[in-house]
């Protein structure tokens, strides 16, 4: 594929708002998680929420708009001047010619719980209620379109946790067809009562701080945040630390509904066609973000696939123990904590992962180490065999 370069990103999680938040958090070891707290839900797991203060309103000519998930998106696109930076590629390249292709897995359904309480004798909704500015998944997409007077080519892609890192694969495919020179990627998942019980159903959550690949592993955190990337050609000399989006590899194994095929085979392929796709050997990947999600299911076919591929050596971790599981937003935060290691020199380890499980045959980073990625991966698997690998590099290790 042809490189493209994130000439500015951002993300906002419970670690923090902005790029230097996640960098001093990621350093430390820090986590994000802390005892669910999240409106009426009475679950004891963890989660990683990000402060209801901290959320912005939104202006009154977007109040169509008004829920968590537009008000998370808001924040994080008002940090690391990624705003400005949207507005300098308008100027330059027309507001017609970028795109915008969000990721989402629940948009702001929040907000038709909160409906659903309101219900008059009848069982209406209450007529403030705006299904499409709000819950419909376009909500987020739609919204960050006006907000960035954006007018080219725009879609939300749904595709549960591998959601916002199909997005760089769907902008690439749109810029290489000429359709826009530029592209808004990323995403946002907000907490709500549906996903924390949903999970809660499926017996997923853990009782305590995720702890991905660790032996005593007992499920999944779930988090929120939200990331946003301006995707542009690799025209111009760039800095030789400026982050390049390098390969793309996407499979959909369909093996179940909520389970991964048992021999990783999706994950396998879809890694296996990234580096296809970036035209680079396994042994050329410094290190893996990996999908992580701390149940032991997941955790197994994911490690399956990489030891078969990569063999035992590549340096790996899951950064869920930072920021919890985010769904729909974790393709793009994860893919943000690559370029971030890649930009500052460092491979994050795991928090709250004590003792890697034996049968892992993968090199689990537990501490975060000083020791810097020329090229990545990052690994987003998503319910129904969704699949998707990111490879990111520095541009100095690409010949730009």
């Not at 009154?60 to 001047?81: G, H, I, V, W, Y």
């Not at 909160?114 to 919204?143: E, Q």
């Not at 396994?282 to 076919?301: C, F």
């Not at 709250?352 to 993968?362: A, H, I, K, Y």
Request: proline share 5%; net charge negative; hydrophobic share 40%.
């Amino acid at each position: 594929m042809q490189p493209l370069v994130l000439t500015c990103y951002t993300l906002t999680t419970s670690l923090g708002e902005g790029v230097d938040d996640h960098v001093q958090a990621l350093a430390s070891r820090r986590s994000g998680l802390a005892p669910c707290s999240f409106e009426t839900a009475r679950l004891d797991t963890w989660t990683g929420q990000v402060a209801d203060v901290q959320l912005p309103a939104l202006a009154p000519s977007l109040s169509r708009f008004e829920c968590r998930n537009n008000r998370l998106a808001l924040l994080a696109s008002q940090q690391d001047a990624f705003q400005e930076a949207v507005g300098r590629a308008r100027a330059r390249y027309g507001n017609h010619r970028i795109g915008t292709f969000l990721g989402t897995s629940t948009s702001g359904i929040l907000q038709t719980e909160l409906a659903y309480r309101s219900r008059d004798s009848d069982g209406a909704l209450p007529a403030s209620f705006d299904y499409a500015g709000t819950h419909n998944n376009f909500s987020l997409t739609a919204f960050l379109r006006e907000q960035f007077d954006l007018h080219g080519p725009a879609f939300t892609v749904s595709t549960a946790c591998s959601s916002s890192a199909k997005v760089f694969a769907n902008a690439a495919r749109m810029i290489a067809a000429d359709l826009c020179d530029a592209a808004v990627v990323g995403g946002a998942d907000s907490l709500c009562l549906t996903t924390l019980y949903g999970f809660g159903s499926l017996e997923l959550l853990s009782r305590e701080p995720c702890r991905p690949f660790d032996a005593q592993r007992s499920g999944i955190s779930i988090g929120e945040g939200a990331g946003f990337a301006l995707l542009e050609r690799a025209q111009s000399p760039f800095p030789d630390d400026a982050i390049v989006l390098l390969g793309v590899g996407e499979s959909s194994d369909a093996f179940h509904m909520s389970t991964p095929h048992p021999e990783g085979a999706g994950a396998r392929a879809a890694m296996a066609g990234a580096l296809a796709s970036a035209g680079i050997t396994p042994r050329e990947i410094d290190y893996i973000n990996l999908h992580g999600t701390a149940t032991r299911s997941n955790d197994a076919a994911e490690e399956k696939a990489v030891y078969e591929l990569f063999g035992a050596d590549t340096p790996c971790s899951s950064t869920k123990g930072a920021t919890g599981h985010l769904l729909g937003a974790s393709g793009i935060v994860e893919s943000l904590i690559c370029a971030l290691a890649l930009r500052e020199g460092f491979m994050p380890g795991s928090p709250n992962t004590l003792q890697v499980d034996p049968s892992m045959r993968v090199r689990y980073l537990l501490e975060t180490r000083a020791a810097p990625p020329r090229k990545v991966m990052s690994n987003s698997f998503g319910f129904g065999g969704s699949n998707c690998s990111l490879i990111l590099a520095r541009a100095d290790a690409c010949g730009f």
